[in-house]
């Protein structure tokens, strides 16, 4: 670190070539070459060490940057007003969004600590669903700034001698993605890199991971998106995705390549891809890697702490809910069986069992084995289809099987069907003794239910808690309540800080079910009177903190750790490893 000056040039006579006139036919390739010397202007321009109008009298000296600056000193934290000051003079969540990840290339420091201080306010803007609509225009917006890797179909062969173009060498987490399904606004080829970005830097947030360890990487196969591959500012490659063999075999040369450099603790996070791909990666990778996909496993998990947080409001244990989750797609099977996971786990009875109390309904109503497709049915619902009289629509479905947790979970496009008022009038009047369990968590405006809808037509009966941010909603008796943002935010982070702290080298599903406990754990009863089934977002470093200590404590159980020997004391040693984002001093 320190200041320098830097004389460039190129290969040759750099003085007398660079002079040559730009339509000089004898003009010839040059070779751009650097030669530094501490300087403060580099120091200035490099994210990680510079601090602003924040250097002291010392380090303007000492460092070269006298004359570089305003004489003003402004502390850290005068900077964080000024930034925040700024921020909510935008006029739209994007140009924050934007606004922020300018931040981020110029002074990396101040960057996490404007996020960490002010992340109930921040967390819609760097995460859903701003950060959708961020990757949708993402082609406009484009800087060269080195934020990730981006990886093609033409790179194969290479790709091993392209991850070392990374800077960084002791990368320990890596989020992954293609593209093909970012959320509402479905594929959006390489521009998905705006998701990956935005999710590691919750990681270093919300839970203390170094953005040093952290790489995003988008595999570019192709984009199915017209409006992409017609359009003359997409900087991906221009041809429709490509799937199959050459997809996975290119995987599967990055993940050995990751592996190679960076070992086998490395943390994959798999992001935006589909369903069927995320799957095969998981079950390719799982016993190679501590791996998993956030549409599997985060959201999930996060459903099932808003479970368990609201049990002393529905005086009901996990295994004596009827759940029914109504949605397309594979996602929400996916997260049905890991309930099923957790519900087995939790008391000691097969997966098989614990399956007979949870319910599905697509676009054709209730999931069962009478109903006239049974025969065709995908693969993902098969295990939920129970014996029962078939029910064409939701209301009918809820009166059959009165369950006391609906959950709604489209990734993508129109949910089967929303939550109207007879549907959450029924949910209320199926659960006379407690509170039933409502969550609408389709994304964007496809949403369910609003959350004071579920509100009014319960009678103020239900837990809600949404995919986005809801305000509080003031209900028509004057009751106030704080629907919970149902986001994977509560556990990725923890259980990337937990799983790189011990060196785990597998991430198992009773892992995430331990993360769902202990967020659980910290729903108090403040948080239950004001209506929430999840704790504040505002103490999510805290809460990452003791995700992360069970993470870590499980895979020491299960003999998947490598840094050895335990520690004697993990929340100890989580606190310990954690990045603060505080300025240091320089000599």
Not at 39 to 52: E, I, Q
Not at 114 to 138: F, G, R, W
Not at 299 to 312: F, H, I, R
Not at 463 to 472: E, I, S
Request: proline share 6%; with cysteine.
């Amino acid at each position: 670190m320190g200041s320098s000056r830097s004389v460039s040039g190129a290969a040759g006579d750099p003085l007398s070539q660079s002079a040559a006139h730009p339509t000089d036919p004898t003009d010839k390739p040059q070779t751009p070459w650097v030669r530094q010397v501490i300087s403060g202007v580099d120091l200035m321009r490099h994210p990680k060490y510079n601090k602003g109008m924040a250097f002291s009298d010392h380090e303007r000296d000492r460092l070269y940057l006298r004359g570089l600056l305003p004489p003003a000193i402004l502390s850290q934290e005068v900077q964080v007003e000024r930034i925040m000051l700024n921020l909510r003079g935008k006029a739209s969540d994007l140009e924050k969004h934007n606004y922020l990840m300018s931040l981020q290339d110029r002074n990396q420091r101040l960057f996490y600590k404007v996020l960490s201080d002010y992340i109930d306010e921040l967390l819609p803007i760097m995460h859903t669903p701003t950060v959708q609509e961020a990757c949708n225009k993402d082609n406009l917006m484009f800087k060269s700034v080195p934020r990730a890797m981006f990886i093609t179909l033409e790179d194969r062969g290479r790709v091993n001698r392209i991850l070392k173009n990374w800077p960084e060498r002791n990368v320990q987490l890596v989020v992954l993605s293609d593209g093909e399904c970012m959320g509402s606004v479905g594929d959006v080829g390489v521009q998905a890199i705006a998701n990956p970005i935005s999710k590691l830097s919750l990681y270093t947030a919300c839970a203390g991971i170094s953005p040093q360890v952290c790489l995003p990487i988008v595999i570019d196969t192709g984009t199915d998106n017209e409006e992409l591959l017609s359009s003359p500012f997409y900087v991906g490659v221009r041809h429709r995705r490509v799937r199959g063999d050459a997809y996975y075999e290119l995987l599967d040369e990055l993940m050995v390549a990751i592996k190679r450099r960076y070992g086998n603790k490395t943390l994959i996070h798999f992001e935006d891809m589909s369903m069927e791909n995320s799957e095969k990666m998981l079950s390719m990778y799982r016993p190679e890697f501590p791996c998993f996909s956030d549409e599997h496993n985060g959201t999930a998990a996060v459903v099932l702490a808003a479970v368990l947080g609201g049990e002393p409001k529905t005086g009901k244990r996990l295994e004596d809910h009827t759940f029914m989750f109504c949605g397309r797609r594979a996602q929400v099977a996916a997260c049905a069986e890991f309930m099923a996971s957790a519900i087995a786990d939790q008391t000691g009875t097969t997966v098989l069992e614990a399956r007979q109390r949870i319910w599905l309904v697509d676009e054709k109503g209730l999931v069962t084995r009478e109903r006239g497709d049974a025969e065709t049915l995908d693969g993902y619902k098969l295990p939920f289809a129970h014996s029962a009289l078939t029910s064409s629509d939701l209301l009918s479905a809820v009166r059959a099987v009165q369950p006391s947790v609906l959950v709604g979970l489209t990734p993508q496009g129109p949910p089967p069907f929303k939550f109207t008022r007879e549907v959450c009038a029924e949910m209320a009047a199926a659960n006379p003794g407690g509170a039933p369990i409502i969550m609408p968590l389709s994304q964007g405006n496809m949403q369910e239910a609003k959350a004071s809808q579920v509100y009014e037509w319960t009678g103020d009966r239900a837990l809600v808690a949404t995919d986005c941010k809801a305000p509080p909603v003031t209900t028509a008796s004057g009751a106030t309540f704080h629907p919970s943002m149902c986001s994977s935010v509560y556990i990725f982070p923890g259980m990337g800080m937990g799983t790189i702290m011990s060196g785990s080298t597998k991430l198992r599903d009773m892992q995430f079910i331990a993360a769902a406990q202990t967020v659980a754990r910290a729903v108090t009863n403040e948080d239950l009177a004001r209506g929430a089934l999840l704790p504040p977002i505002s103490s999510i470093r805290e809460v990452s903190a003791h995700v992360a200590q069970a993470v870590a404590q499980a895979a020491y159980q299960k003999g998947d750790a490598t840094s050895l020997p335990k520690p004697h004391n993990l929340m100890e040693k989580v606190r310990y490893s954690m990045y603060y984002p505080q300025y240091r001093t320089y000599r």
